[in-house]
C-alpha cells in the first residue's frame, strides 16, 4: 500500500523554506519517501489554479485527469511515502485574479483524493496544510502582491478588501468536511520556530523520521522572508507609477537585489 500525502498550502506558511529543506535532504530521505514538488507537478499545479479562477467542472475534471496521470507514476516506481508539496495545489493566493478567499481549496482537495484513489486503488491518501496566525499572514501576502504583481493597495486596504482571505481555520473546516473520509492535518508555523528544520520538522514528524536519521540532515538557508518597511514602500510607490510592464519588472529585481 502506497501511503501518498499532500501539502496543498497555504500559501505564505512557511512552504518555501519546508520545500528547500526537503529538496536539501532528498538523498538522506529517499529510503522513506519520494518527493514531488512543483516542477515534478507542473500540469497538475497548473489546473488547480485554473480552477481556482474559473470554479468550472470542467477544469475541475483537468485537475482530476492531471492528478491520475501523475498517480500512474507512484504505480511505476513504488515507495513506502509520496509526499507532494505546493501550496498551488490549492489554486491563486487570495488577491490574484480577483480572487478573495481559498473557496476552491475543499473542492480541489476532493478531487485530489478522488483522482489518486481511482488511480491507485490501494493508495491511504492523506492530506496535511500548514497555518500562519492571521496578522502574520495578512502582512506576508502584501508583501507577496507588491512584489509579485502591480498591487496599489495600501497595507490598510488591502487588510480591509482581503480580511476573509485569513480565515485559515474556517476552509480547513471546509476542507475536512469535504474530504471527510480522509485523515487532515494541520500545524502553525509558529509552534516550529524554535525548531532545528522550521515547519519541515512537522512533515518528519509525520513521516515518523528518527531522531537518528535527523541527525544526518542539513537546515536549508531561509529565504523568501518579507521585505522591510522601507523596501515595502518603494514597491507600492513602483506599482503606482507610470512604468511599463518591463521596466517595472527590472526596477522591482534591482531593488530586491540591493536587499537580498
Known sequence: MTRIIIHAGFHKTGTTNLQQTLRANRK???PHLRLILRPGMTALCEAARGYSRTLQDIDLGLVKYE???LAEGFAAEPAP????SSEDLCGHMPGRHGIRTYAAAPHLMRALAVAFRAALPRSEVSFFFTTRARD??????????LHASRMALDEHGYVKRFKSSADLDGILDAIKR???????VDTGIEEHADRAFGPAEAVLDLLGISPEIRATLVA???KNTTPDAATLTRLLELNRSDLEPTALRDAKRALMAGHA
Open 178 to 184: 469535504e474530504i471527510s473520509d480522509h485523515a487532515v
Open 136 to 145: 502574520a499572514w495578512l502582512r506576508s501576502c502584501y508583501a507577496q502582491h
Open 220 to 222: 536549508s538557508e531561509r
Open 81 to 84: 511515502a509520496v509526499f507532494l
Open 67 to 69: 492528478a491520475a496521470l
Open 28 to 30: 538522506a530521505l529517499a
